[in-house]
């Protein structure tokens, strides 16, 4: 089945400064990335994703790359601010009826002002 | 607010014990989905339907089982419990049938065996 890798476990960074979160995957079918921010005791939300048609995806201080060929995704963060701090977990999954999403185990990041 | 209800919001019993979970998705949502999230760790999937049916399975424990009902709600009942299965138990729900739709989480069940 599918398994999801995502490194690092924890990540700390300075206001301001960019963070990045790697993911791999191993199931060449899967053609969907999700990434979910999980706040200190509150719900995971999801944040972007991505399908397998597109290699790069923006959204304001938040994009993720796609490599298809290596099977991994990244997260990218640019211009951190303290309220990014939270557990980011990317996921994979195929675009079929019958699959299950699965998460990597979550990336820690602390965000120092 | 996510749309997505769970309750009860916190749950503390004994082990030998059976609970039911419960979870109405957000209008309109077909899929619903059950992950476990154990202290600091991440989020293990249990099981996934939709529109009543079961669709994809994770590593689900013989002693939980869970369905959903015609309403759409869903329940996951978890029976003989031991101090191991104390986490965080969160439902999801999403418009569509495939894995392809992101999903909108609960506020969660927190789950303590003692």
């Known amino acids: 089945g599918e398994n999801v890798e995502q490194h690092p476990s924890t990540l700390s960074v300075q206001e301001g400064d960019s963070a990045v979160i790697k993911c791999t995957y191993s199931?060449?079918?899967?053609?969907?990335f999700p990434w979910y921010k999980q706040e200190l005791g509150k719900r995971p939300q999801l944040i972007i994703d991505i399908r397998s048609n597109v290699g790069e995806k923006k959204d304001q201080r938040i994009a993720v790359t796609l490599n298809k060929t290596a099977k991994h995704f990244s997260l990218h963060i640019t211009e951190t601010q303290p309220e990014d701090s939270a557990v980011y977990f990317c996921?994979?999954?195929?675009?079929?009826?019958?699959?299950?999403?699965?998460f990597g185990p979550g990336t820690s990041l602390s965000v120092i002002p | 607010d996510s749309g997505v209800t769970q309750t009860p919001k916190h749950l503390i019993t004994a082990t030998g014990q059976r609970v039911t979970l419960r979870c109405s998705p957000r209008?309109?949502?077909?899929?619903v989905y059950w992950y476990q999230q154990s202290l600091d760790q991440g989020l293990q999937f249990l099981i996934q339907?939709?529109?009543?049916?079961?669709?994809a399975k994770g590593n689900i424990l013989e002693r939980f089982s869970a369905q959903q009902f015609p309403d759409l709600h869903s329940e996951l009942n978890l029976s003989s419990l031991e101090l191991g299965d104390s986490a965080l138990y969160f439902c999801?729900?999403?418009?569509?049938?495939?894995?392809?739709?992101?999903?909108?989480f609960g506020n969660g069940t927190r789950l303590t065996v003692t």
């Open positions: 209008s309109g949502d077909l899929s």
């Open positions: 996921a994979a999954s195929r675009q079929t009826s019958y699959d299950k999403v699965i």
């Open positions: 199931d060449s079918a899967s053609n969907y």
């Open positions: 339907y939709y529109n009543g049916e079961e669709r």
């Open positions: 999801a729900s999403s418009v569509g049938q495939g894995s392809d739709s992101p999903l909108h």
